[in-house]
């Protein structure tokens, strides 16, 4: 299916995946894909957020949007999986150059034009 979309015409001048790869096995078949199509990775961005204010977000956003399922300790055990599952990730990409690491905390504007500053030209 991601080779499907990334092979259109519209995704000719580049792509943004959000949310994956999430763990290493899918960053190895990541690369795998964008080595067999000739497509090179420019960059992983990394969004530098205190995990207590990822909380408060994400906690704050289901009350106010009336959902059951967010609360602080569901946030919290998804944390928890990202440290053991994705972390590894981002790792991955720094030891090979590929990760900036963007401050996430602020207005949503301010947090989009410091990712576009990290993005190569």
Partial sequence: MLEERISQSDAGGGFILDGYPRNLAQCSALES?????????DVA???DVPSELIVER????????????DTPETVRARLRVYAEQTAP?????AAIGKLVTVDGVGELDTVFQRILAALPA
Avoid at 89 to 93: P, Y
């Fill in 33 to 41: 894909l964008l080595d067999r199509i000739r497509q090179p990775l």
């Fill in 45 to 47: 961005v990394k969004l």
């Fill in 58 to 69: 994400i906690a704050g956003r289901a009350a106010a949007e009336g959902r059951l399922d």
């Fill in 89 to 93: 990730v981002a790792d991955h990409f």
